[in-house]
Antibody
Framework: QMKLQESGPGLVEPSQTLSLTCVVTGDSISSADYSWSWFRQPPGKGLEWIGY???????YYNSSLESRLTISIDTSRDRFSLRLSSLTAADTAVYYC????????????????WGQGTLVSVSS | DIVMTQSPLSLPVTPGEPASISCRSTQSLLYSNGYKYLNWYLQKPGQSPQLLIYLGSTRASGVPDRFIGSGSGTDFTLEISRVEPEDVGVYYCMQTLQTPLTFGGGTKVEIK
């Protein structure tokens, strides 16, 4: 059974850069059938899509975060990562990684597996 | 960006009774291939979202048949034919037709 597990710091200071990693087990991140996404959810609020990456390295970012965001993939270690710079309190959220199912020209048609999430607080 | 609007915000339900959640998009989610790029997720308390329905009406693996997704290009509905106590949580619709992928604001289902 495939699993995704996020890891990263629980606390980051304002203006710093957040780095998170999602490790995939039970499946290959190189599969042509899937893409790999990041989402976040501020405490008590709804879900926001951050961006996704395909095994080729092709990325799609939410335009609201694009200037601060980098998503990368390491197919040799079955993991993908997020870097978000210039953090503010508004970036405080639970961050989730998820697997997107690719079909046809749709790289992330639906998300069938999610990590448990990791809470990131931005505070000094 | 495609804006997704859900209603109601909160839905008190009685076990064994049906329930219905509405989701509306500002653009048609029907693609030229005939597929509707609309998903439904349930986020149970303290858990990650879990996929219920994809492509508007296809139940994900392991999802009970009491969950039924339907809809046209811009108006979608998730119905629960007979609510079970384990169905409580927040339900989200999500469009994957175009980036940025966007969610509805969520509908909180709770037992009366």
């Amino acid at each position: 059974q495939m699993k995704l597990q996020e890891s990263g710091p629980g606390l980051v200071e304002p203006s710093q850069t957040l780095s998170l990693t999602c490790v995939v087990t039970g499946d290959s991140i190189s599969s042509a059938d899937y893409s790999w996404s990041w989402f976040r959810q501020p405490p008590g609020k709804g879900l926001e899509w951050i961006g996704y990456i395909y095994s080729t390295g092709r990325t799609y970012y939410n335009s609201s975060l694009e200037s601060r965001l980098t998503i990368s993939i390491d197919t040799s270690r079955d993991r993908f990562s997020l870097r978000l710079s210039s953090l503010t309190a508004a970036d405080t959220a639970v961050y989730y990684c998820a697997r997107g199912v690719k079909t046809g020209t749709c790289y992330s048609c639906w998300f069938d597996s999610w990590g448990q999430g990791t809470l990131v607080s931005v505070s000094s | 960006d495609i804006v997704m609007t859900q209603s109601p915000l909160s839905l008190p339900v009685t076990p064994g009774e049906p329930a219905s959640i509405s989701c509306r998009s500002t653009q048609s989610l029907l693609y030229s291939n005939g597929y509707k790029y609309l998903n439904w997720y349930l986020q149970k308390p303290g858990q990650s979202p879990q996929l219920l329905i994809y492509l508007g009406s296809t139940r994900a693996s392991g999802v009970p048949d009491r969950f039924i997704g339907s809809g046209s290009g811009t108006d979608f509905t998730l119905e629960i034919s007979r609510v079970e106590p384990e169905d409580v949580g927040v339900y989200y619709c999500m469009q994957t037709l175009q980036t940025p992928l966007t969610f509805g604001g969520g509908t909180k289902v709770e037992i009366k």
